[in-house]
């Protein structure tokens, strides 16, 4: 059972689905065209051997507390552990106790006080909203003014109401990004292949942050000593942690990272498969996703040793108007009734975030993120090739991609 309605759960499908019968709950119509059950009924009412929760936002709100009660064996960890991606200011505070390196911070409630802070940093000024907000939280600028307005609005609850009214400000990091995803079963860890995902709407990292324009994996700028130093340095003392506050995190624990000149620092941890990493993770991995993803959720992972094969880019399809006011209802053309290539590439994997089908039939964009397009292959650039020739053959109105995903990666 998989829960949640976009491309990462489409991915998360495809992939179980080579050893295991799926049904994702809700989906969408994009995950069902391509022959994979998808039902209304809450999780809760469902039954099946593992149940893969892909969102933030019901881990928060203790959705694998309710299914590990009724005895499910679940990916994602309870509303406790999902506060490391709930709440930026527990984050902060727990990480000092875990003596994990990050951004110097402060966290505030009132304004006198916030804009007297930031008065004190230097630019870029780096703002995030407390609680959660679908990825849009976080404002980096070097423009005072700018970040004033910002830390106003956040804290009136103008820009994202009560999740807003807590803001952190911290220092600025330099450097490559890279999201680590370590599957974690409570006791024991082990991470996937490094990630890079691209955040911002424009080419050369510009215009304002977005849930993610596109990625690659693995990512070879983050080299086996690095993986290794992020597990020793940050990885293993947050479990420790989480430990001594007896928390038993089972699921994905996903190291947000920026490797600067002073080594790996955390930027954030988030509870769950990212989007769109899953769209490059999950084909790497054959057959092996569902006995790997049982063992988290059943406590097993001590001795396993993961093998992940070639490469994968997906490139991302947003709608005019994305992140800021998304326009939705444009008809989609290139696609099958499978919801895939209508000329289909080998390699190439269409994973729907934000499509329906209308009365006729024809897929729409109905979201920000419409399609995460995927191409797989030996090296980055067979795949990145692959992605790009898929992504050249799916057209509406007003799209919005960026032509520089893994661009000069070898
Ligand atoms: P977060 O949700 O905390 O990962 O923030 C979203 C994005 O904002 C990150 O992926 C980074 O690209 C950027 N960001 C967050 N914190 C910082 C920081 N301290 N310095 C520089 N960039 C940051
Ligand atoms: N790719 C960023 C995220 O999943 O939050």
Excluded: W
């Excluded at 506050?245 to 990212?274: C, Q």
């Amino acid at each position: 059972m998989v829960v949640g309605a976009g491309a990462r759960e489409h991915a998360l499908a495809v992939a179980l689905a080579k050893t295991a019968d799926v049904v994702v709950t809700p989906g969408n119509d994009g995950i069902a065209a391509h022959g994979i059950t998808c039902v209304a009924t809450p999780a809760t009412e469902l039954s099946g051997d593992l149940f893969v929760i892909g969102p933030e936002r019901p881990l928060v709100d203790g959705l694998a507390d309710h299914l590990r009660a009724q005895g499910k064996v679940v990916v994602g960890p309870g509303s406790d552990g999902a506060a490391l991606e709930g709440s930026k200011a527990y984050l902060k505070s727990f990480l000092a106790a875990a003596d994990v390196a990050t951004a110097a911070y402060g966290t505030f409630s009132d304004e006198a006080s916030a804009l007297a802070f930031l008065a004190t940093m230097s630019p870029p000024y780096v703002i995030k909203t407390d609680g959660l907000a679908a990825g849009k939280g976080v404002l980096v600028t070097s423009d005072f003014d700018e970040a004033v307005r910002d830390v106003r609005d956040k804290l009136s609850g103008a820009s994202f109401g009560s999740a807003g009214t807590t803001v952190v400000i911290e220092e600025a990091l330099n450097g490559e990004e890279c999201s680590l995803l370590v599957l974690c079963d409570g006791t024991d860890v082990v991470a996937l292949a490094p990630a890079q995902d691209f955040k911002r709407v424009g080419e050369a990292n510009t215009g304002a942050n977005t849930g993610g324009m596109g990625a690659f994996a693995p990512m070879p700028a983050m080299t086996p000593v690095l993986v290794d130093e992020v597990m020793a340095r940050i990885v293993t003392p947050t479990l420790h942690e989480l430990r001594r506050r007896g928390i038993d995190f089972r699921g994905v624990l996903y190291a947000g990272v920026m490797l600067t000149s002073g080594g790996a620092k955390l930027l954030e941890y988030n509870v769950r498969f990212g989007d769109p990493e899953t769209e490059v993770l999950a084909p790497l991995y054959g057959d092996d996703l569902f006995e790997l993803l049982l063992r988290v959720g059943e406590g097993r992972l001590r001795g396993v040793t993961l093998a992940p094969t070639g490469a994968a880019v997906t490139v991302v399809l947003a709608s005019h108007g994305y992140p800021q006011s998304p326009r939705t209802g444009d008809v989609i053309a290139g696609l099958g009734v499978d919801g895939q290539l209508a000329t289909p590439l080998e390699g190439v994997t269409v994973y729907h975030a934000g499509t329906r089908r209308d009365d006729g039939g024809r897929f729409v964009t109905a979201g920000g993120r419409v399609l995460a397009i995927t191409g797989v292959g030996e090296t980055i650039a067979v795949a990145r090739r692959r992605a790009y020739a898929g992504a050249a053959l799916v057209t509406f109105e007003g799209s919005v991609m960026r032509d520089d995903i893994a661009v000069g990666v070898v």
